[in-house]
């Protein structure tokens, strides 16, 4: 592919070396503070997004070359039951769908709102015993269908993955940019198309063979609950079943990757969707996904107050009142130790972001909220410590370049930020910018003396 060559030979103007630690450390080296006394890993977050559209064959291709340790990909079932890369099940915001649909009367036709996951609402909610999330007020039980919520997030009339088979997502669809989107190079968007999981392994095998190092593959079961809903609806499996995660380790073991020490890491936010893994004989390496809602930049805390990034969406289905805090708990990670390996929390709840100089409202009057650039870094918890204590690795989302994620003591230099959780003793990163971790860990090492 034309495009895919040139994004490659841009990838070798920016290419720093990829790291490579003897096996002893360098006399007067300091040692890492890792779990394992190994050197942190650089985790390409669906691939390198803030250069190409994400989950493409080229954004794999280049975060290999400029040096990641992992290919990072999302994954959902086809209407034909098959494991497709994208962020999310919905197409509007990730694809070119919009555009293609104007000449493309079947993917016109695709567009709709799908049903959504009936929950169990928590008895202090005030809401009734259970209700659709995609109810337009939970509290009314006279209220209709009027959207698509799929982890409490609004997507009404779009397209769903599930109303395709893999051979329509790559015949008809390409990959678009999308965290950051007016920030970040447009000119690719379109031109790669929506790849599968299979897609992806080829990728990463033949990319070890040509580098000579192991680049592993970590997948996400991303929205599972939805998705198993969606794909018993279109045959993938009986009801109850669990059609997103089977299709995971079938083709696991497909691969020959299905052992613990195999070139993976197998991660979700639904820690009903790892135990269910590993009680059904996987048995790669499993990462439980901590998220959070924004900030409180008055305070410091991380905000758990929506339906979307407060609760793993099977603890909201179950009626489980507990927020992902309860996760960072001595009992919480020791629960977590009991079918994981590993954490992948967000940021802030490592280095918590605060403004010191806080104002309720700005000089017209209007509210005062904060932002990241205003913000500061405050004194690091104890997470990495309280995780390593129970042998379980850190891996760390997810490092942008963009300003607007940046504290202001990184003074607009990503590679700060890479530094100062490399200090803290952080297992590995998920970045979109794979060379400037891949950089800035270069610059770590030189720090320790490697």
Same mark, same amino acid.
């Given at each position: 592919?034309?495009?895919?060559?040139?994004?490659?030979?841009?990838?070798?103007?920016?290419?720093?070396?990829?790291?490579?630690?003897?096996?002893?450390?360098?006399?007067?080296?300091?040692?890492?503070?890792?779990?394992?006394?190994?050197?942190?890993?650089?985790?390409?977050?669906?691939?390198?997004?803030?250069?190409?559209?994400?989950?493409?064959?080229?954004?794999?291709?280049?975060?290999?070359?400029?040096?990641?340790?992992?290919?990072?990909?999302?994954?959902?079932?086809?209407?034909?039951?098959?494991?497709?890369?994208?962020?999310?099940?919905?197409?509007?915001?990730?694809?070119?769908?919009?555009?293609?649909?104007?000449?493309?009367?079947?993917?016109?036709?695709r567009k709709r709102?799908?049903?959504?996951?009936?929950?169990?609402?928590?008895?202090?909610?005030?809401?009734?015993?259970?209700?659709?999330?995609?109810?337009?007020?939970?509290?009314?039980?006279?209220?209709?269908?009027?959207?698509?919520?799929?982890?409490?997030?609004?997507?009404?009339?779009?397209?769903?993955?599930?109303?395709?088979?893999?051979?329509?997502?790559?015949?008809?669809?390409?990959?678009?940019?999308?965290?950051?989107?007016?920030?970040?190079?447009?000119?690719?968007?379109?031109?790669?198309?929506?790849?599968?999981?299979?897609?992806?392994?080829?990728?990463a095998k033949a990319?070890?063979?040509?580098?000579?190092?192991?680049?592993?593959?970590?997948?996400?079961?991303?929205?599972?609950?939805?998705?198993?809903?969606?794909?018993?609806?279109?045959?993938?499996?009986?009801?109850?079943?669990?059609?997103?995660?089977?299709?995971?380790?079938?083709?696991?073991?497909?691969?020959?990757?299905?052992?613990?020490?195999?070139?993976?890491?197998?991660?979700?936010?639904?820690?009903?969707?790892?135990?269910?893994?590993?009680?059904?004989?996987?048995?790669?390496?499993?990462?439980?996904?901590?998220?959070?809602?924004?900030?409180?930049?008055?305070?410091?805390?991380?905000?758990?107050?929506?339906?979307?990034?407060?609760?793993?969406?099977?603890?909201?289905?179950?009626?489980?009142?507990?927020?992902?805090?309860?996760?960072?708990?001595?009992?919480?990670?020791?629960?977590?130790?009991?079918?994981?390996?590993?954490?992948?929390?967000?940021?802030?709840?490592?280095?918590?972001?605060?403004?010191?100089?806080?104002?309720?409202?700005?000089?017209?009057?209007?509210?005062?909220?904060?932002?990241?650039?205003?913000?500061?870094?405050? &004194?690091?918890?104890? %997470?990495? =410590? *309280?995780? #390593?204590?129970?042998?379980?690795?850190?891996?760390?989302?997810? $490092? /942008?370049? &963009?300003?607007?994620? %940046?504290? =202001? *003591?990184? #003074?607009?230099?990503?590679?700060?930020?890479y530094l100062k959780? $490399? /200090?803290?003793?952080?297992?590995?990163?998920?970045? *979109?910018?794979?060379?400037?971790?891949?950089?800035?860990?270069?610059?770590?090492? /030189?720090?320790?003396?490697?």
């Amino acid at each position: 592919m034309h495009v895919r060559t040139m994004l490659l030979g841009a990838a070798l103007a920016l290419l720093v070396p990829s790291m490579a630690v003897a096996q002893s450390a360098p006399s007067g080296a300091k040692p890492f503070l890792t779990v394992d006394g190994k050197a942190p890993l650089i985790l390409g977050h669906r691939g390198v997004p803030g250069l190409v559209p994400e989950e493409t064959e080229a954004s794999y291709e280049l975060a290999a070359a400029l040096g990641t340790d992992a290919l990072e990909e999302d994954l959902h079932l086809t209407k034909d039951c098959v494991l497709v890369a994208r962020h999310n099940p919905w197409l509007a915001d990730n694809t070119n769908v919009a555009e293609v649909a104007k000449t493309n009367a079947a993917v016109a036709a695709r567009k709709r709102t799908v049903s959504g996951v009936r929950v169990k609402a928590p008895a202090a909610a005030g809401t009734p015993a259970d209700y659709l999330t995609d109810l337009t007020d939970p509290s009314d039980p006279k209220s209709v269908l009027k959207s698509l919520i799929v982890d409490g997030e609004d997507h009404t009339n779009d397209w769903s993955l599930t109303d395709f088979t893999m051979a329509e997502l790559k015949q008809w669809i390409g990959g678009t940019t999308y965290d950051a989107a007016n920030e970040r190079p447009k000119m690719f968007n379109g031109k790669f198309p929506v790849i599968s999981f299979q897609d992806i392994l080829d990728i990463a095998k033949a990319k070890s063979k040509e580098t000579g190092r192991p680049i592993l593959v970590y997948p996400e079961t991303k929205n599972p609950t939805w998705n198993n809903a969606q794909a018993i609806a279109n045959g993938c499996g009986a009801p109850g079943s669990h059609p997103l995660e089977d299709a995971l380790i079938k083709i696991i073991n497909d691969n020959g990757l299905n052992t613990r020490d195999a070139p993976i890491l197998v991660q979700s936010f639904e820690p009903g969707s790892l135990k269910y893994m590993r009680s059904h004989g996987l048995q790669t390496r499993q990462v439980q996904l901590i998220d959070g809602n924004g900030i409180d930049f008055k305070t410091g805390k991380v905000l758990l107050d929506n339906i979307t990034n407060s609760r793993p969406f099977d603890w909201t289905v179950a009626g489980d009142a507990r927020l992902y805090d309860a996760m960072l708990t001595p009992e919480g990670l020791a629960e977590i130790k009991t079918y994981a390996d590993g954490i992948g929390p967000w940021k802030p709840y490592i280095v918590p972001l605060k403004i010191a100089l806080w104002k309720d409202t700005n000089a017209d009057g209007t509210p005062y909220k904060g932002s990241t650039p205003e913000a500061a870094t405050q &004194e690091a918890t104890s %997470l990495i =410590a *309280d995780a #390593h204590k129970l042998g379980l690795f850190v891996h760390v989302f997810t $490092f /942008r370049n &963009e300003k607007k994620y %940046l504290a =202001a *003591d990184y #003074h607009a230099d990503p590679a700060q930020e890479y530094l100062k959780f $490399f /200090r803290l003793g952080v297992d590995g990163v998920f970045t *979109d910018f794979t060379h400037t971790g891949v950089a800035a860990r270069a610059a770590y090492l /030189r720090e320790l003396g490697w």
